[in-house]
């Protein structure tokens, strides 16, 4: 094949589709034909969260669409920067070696021997990367890049299409964004999609897959603020009672004498008070799913009753004696360590077997750090949208920097109500560091620091609220309180603080003793 023909046909397959990825497949199938092409993108650089967006991928088999955001090293060079090179194109001979193709290729799982990158600009604008990557021992050469660098004009006007179409799409969608919206409150949870589902939820979304569409308990694990009520809700949705009802249950923000009556219902009479019958949650949750959320805080009285629902699926309203079957799902969740529990006698072993059938460990934000550019974009599109802000603020340049390196303790909801301040702060954006109210000082870990001596769940929970009563002066209550700042219910967090011996109503707090403090 000569330089004109390939030129030819390349074109016709670039430029013959709306659709990007179709066009990368008829083109990826032509490429092969001279050189030992297996994989290509089509990647943007997005300056706003300093990372890579990949809209495209085809291999010889298959193609599809993208929107996923890859986080590049703070020393990627001028590739993932606006100072770019005058080439077309380069030619990367050591891919594992090269920072951008690195970090790429550790996200992507590809072992390339040989890549070459397109930059493809529209006069001044640049407009994103075409990249071929070659898994084969026969590496690209100076030749093929000759051959790829005739592609530019097509690609510079397919790239441009591309992404004006998918602009189109957008401010289509946001014409239903009311509706959707919504559906989405009525779930608990905005939109389908699982931010890192692809990367630092991988494997959890492979449990999640593969006990959907079963009836089995699930136990969620995981610290607080992590997403275990989202989890949830996904298992629901992708089972084959995502018709039914979905009811959630804070175990830990319902008061002792009131739990039987929230759970199980009351007959009209039961009790002063119970002026007429009324269904509990479990009855509310028959032919659907009942999200046990903070099962670790169940007084133990409930535990024997909820066991009896575990194994008998069927309960009896308070003041009742008709026995009421049910076809349930139960999913609980926990930020404590119940096999402790268990030694200390608060939670009981026969209900941890039923529960821990298939347990899921939901990993801290900290532990999947690829995933924050994207919760990142998430969060200010849902809050600028929530906020009625007349558009999107921007993140300033050094902005992702100071997230990226926080540790955040209080993972994914921390993250979220960070995102929401900043915008309400700086609503016209770009939005700032000193928007964040991040105090890094004393609150981001050093590499190599260990948070405290003890991976004690309890001890390392102990030490965070006392962190976090340092910071409010000790207030519980209101909107600049630790209740809020944790992100639960201020009476949740008393009974919590009188479980692990912390006490509350004195000011003092400082971070100085909170390590002295641990033991007592």
Known sequence: MDHNEFFREATLGICGNLEIEESLLILIRLLKKVMPVTDVFLQTFDSDFTAIRSIAHATLDECRKMDLLSPIAKNSGSVAGSDLPEEDATLVTNPAEFPVTRDIGKLYGHHATSVIIMFLRSSSEFLGFFVLISEDQNAFTEDQLEWVTMLKEPLVIAMSNALQHRQVMKLNDLLTDDNRFLRGELRRIFGDEIIGA???????????????????????????????????????????????PFISVNCGAIPDNLIDSELFGHEKGAFTGALAQKRGRFERANKGTIFLDEIGELPLPAQVRLLRVLQ?????????????????????????????????????????FRLNVFPI????????????????????????????????????????????????????????????????????????????????????????????????????????????????????????????????????????????????GKPKFSVSNTEDKIQS
């Open 198 to 244: 692809n990367f630092g939820l991988r494997d959890v979304m492979f449990k999640v897959r593969q006990v959907a569409a079963l009836d089995s308990p699930v136990l969620l694990l995981g610290e607080t603020g992590v997403g275990k009520d989202v989890i949830a809700n996904t298992i629901h949705y992708s089972s084959s009672r995502s018709k039914g």
């Open 312 to 352: 008998n699926r069927e309960i009896e309203r308070v003041g009742g004696v008709d026995t009421i079957p049910l076809d349930i799902r139960i999913i609980a969740a926990t930020n404590r360590n119940l096999e402790e529990m268990i030694e200390r006698g608060e939670f009981r072993e026969d209900l941890w």
């Open 361 to 504: 460990l939901i990993p801290s934000l900290r532990d999947r750090e690829s995933d924050i550019p994207a919760l990142i974009q998430h969060f200010i599109d849902q809050k600028s949208r929530e906020l009625k802000l007349p558009s999107i603020p921007k993140l300033r340049g050094d902005t992702m920097d100071v997230l990226m390196d926080y540790h955040w303790p209080g993972n994914v909801r921390e993250l979220q109500n960070i995102i929401e301040r900043a915008l309400i702060l700086n609503p016209t954006g770009p939005i700032e560091p000193d928007n964040l109210g991040i105090n890094r000082k004393e609150q981001v870990l050093q590499p190599g620091e260990k948070e405290g001596n003890s991976y004690d769940l309890d001890e390392m929970t102990a030490r965070h609220i006392r962190k976090v009563l340092s910071i409010t002066g000790g207030k519980i209550n209101g909107k600049d309180g630790a209740a809020a700042l944790l992100g639960i219910n201020p009476n949740t967090l008393r009974n919590r603080m009188i479980k692990l011996g912390i006490d509350y």
